[in-house]
């Protein structure tokens, strides 16, 4: 897996780049699992809430931490897991998320992955950080599993160079905030 670098430099931002990586999901029918790391405030719910609204616009769209899963839509139905409390990978399957992991259909989005997920079949991994000079510039750190078209990969890369200049964020302002 060979990752790439891309920035954002505001909440709407993050969300057009989930937008445009979800616009190229319409095109593969086949689970995917986005593994979303990082410390709080970076943009994994926010990634995850342009991700959704992408396929269904007026879904509301909040951090899934106290439910640990939420769901969204049906065709195809996406899952939002947040697994910050989770501490042991043994809670996993009496909390039934070993069975949406293996939903064939489903699009997951996992927060705060635990171990036994960092590495899974048709995945899609984003690391996102705040930057040292501006804490409102997000890098994400993204990788495919090797499981995916190569030409599909090629051209999500493609779509998604458009976030990949680090001078590009002054003109991309708006709320800064991001969970």
């Known amino acids: 897996m060979q990752s790439q670098i ?10 057009r780049f989930a937008s445009l990586f979800g616009k190229h999901l319409h095109e593969i029918d086949i689970s995917v699992k986005f593994i979303l790391n990082g410390d709080l405030g970076s943009g994994k719910t926010c ?17 899934a931490t106290y439910v640990i899963a939420k769901s969204f839509g049906y065709k195809p139905i996406i899952y ?14 009496d909390l039934g998320i070993l069975e949406i992991m293996n939903d064939s259909k489903a699009l997951i989005c996992v927060e705060w992955p635990v171990l ?11 690391s996102f950080s705040n930057t040292a000079n501006d804490k409102n510039i997000r890098l994400i750190n993204l990788s495919f599993s090797d499981d995916f078209p ?5 051209t999500v ?23």
């Open 150 to 154: 190569k030409d599909w990969v090629l």
């Open 47 to 63: 990634f995850v809430r342009g991700l959704i609204q992408e396929f269904y616009p007026k879904a509301i769209v909040s951090s």
């Open 116 to 126: 036994s997920m960092k590495f899974q079949p048709r995945s899609i991994k984003l």
């Open 80 to 93: 939002h897991l947040d697994l910050y409390r989770i501490k042991k990978n043994h809670n996993l399957e």
């Open 6 to 15: 891309y920035y954002t430099y505001s909440e709407r931002d993050t969300m």
């Open 157 to 179: 890369e493609r779509d998604l160079s458009i976030f990949k200049s680090k001078d590009r964020g002054v003109e991309q302002s708006g709320s800064s905030s991001g969970s």
